[in-house]
């Protein structure tokens, strides 16, 4: 079954300063949207409105047409892989893909290298590699949508492509929503890509509108 995920209506101010406005965004299943921005643009809060950690009165979240109005989402329905790590580090590994209902042999078929790690314990891993469970955990789990806040940025270049080619497998059952400073890789993965530039949201065609929109420069 076909979902969709539209938020609009959000209006974000912290003090006198209007962080997000005029804001629209959509996610379907089979595809992978991207958010783009300067620092400070507001790609996390928006996250995390849309997954309820940030409150707001003015906002519209709708799943399948349906508001979503309780601030605690389904994890049925959305997850969520925020800036910071999430999972206890005392935890062992087996207890991880257990409790998230996977296969600890799907995730080796990614990461090979981590069939040594499954009877240990997540401190003993490095922060790229700790960071690559969470991954994982997210992106593999059953539910409708899920969004990933900085995946890029805190993992070895040697698994970039392994999580790349698992996004683009996952999308077929999910919709995903994905923000990284390290565009180029939003670039390439994402089917749509919005940028957030003076609190609104560009739905963008190409490069070209990203350097039209200031968020990179023309080479």
Same mark, same amino acid.
């Not at 079954?1 to 209006?11: A, G, N, R, T, Y």
């Not at 299943?29 to 300067?38: A, E, N, V």
């Not at 240990?120 to 003993?124: P, Q, V």
């Given at each position: 079954?076909?979902? /969709?995920?539209?938020?609009?209506? &959000?209006?974000l101010e912290f003090g006198t300063k209007r962080v997000l406005q005029d804001v629209y965004l959509k996610s379907e /299943?089979?595809?992978?949207? *991207?958010?783009? *921005?300067?620092n400070g643009a507001g790609k996390s809060c928006l996250m995390q409105i849309i997954y309820g950690e940030l409150k707001? @009165?003015? =906002?519209?979240?709708?799943?399948? *047409?349906?508001?979503?109005l309780d601030? /605690?989402?389904?994890?049925?329905? &959305?997850?969520?892989?925020p800036q910071f790590n999430f999972i206890p580090k005392g935890v062992k590994i087996s207890r991880i893909f257990k409790d %998230?209902? $996977?296969n600890f042999s799907d995730f080796t078929a990614y990461f090979p290298e981590f069939e040594k790690y499954y009877n *240990?314990?997540? =401190?003993?891993l490095s922060g790229g590699e700790i960071r690559i469970i969470e991954i994982y955990a997210i992106l593999a789990s059953k539910t409708k949508f899920?969004? $990933?806040?900085?995946? %890029?940025?805190q993992v070895m270049p040697k698994h970039v492509n392994p999580i =790349?080619?698992?996004?683009?497998?996952?999308?077929? @059952? =999910?919709?995903?929503?994905?923000?990284?400073?390290?565009?180029?890789?939003?670039?390439d993965i994402c089917d749509d890509i919005y940028v957030i530039a003076n609190g609104k949201t560009y739905l963008t065609k190409d490069r070209s509108d990203l350097i039209q929109l200031g968020y990179i420069n023309e080479k």
């Open positions: 079954m076909k979902h /969709s995920l539209e938020v609009d209506s &959000i209006i /299943s089979g595809k992978t949207t *991207g958010i783009l *921005g300067r707001t @009165n003015n =906002k519209s979240i709708r799943l399948n *047409g349906k508001a979503i601030a /605690s989402r389904n994890p049925e329905d &959305i997850r969520y892989l %998230f209902h $996977l *240990g314990k997540l =401190k003993n899920c969004m $990933l806040d900085e995946p %890029f940025s =790349k080619s698992l996004i683009n497998n996952e999308k077929n @059952n =999910k919709g995903i929503i994905i923000t990284d400073h390290l565009y180029e890789h939003i670039i």
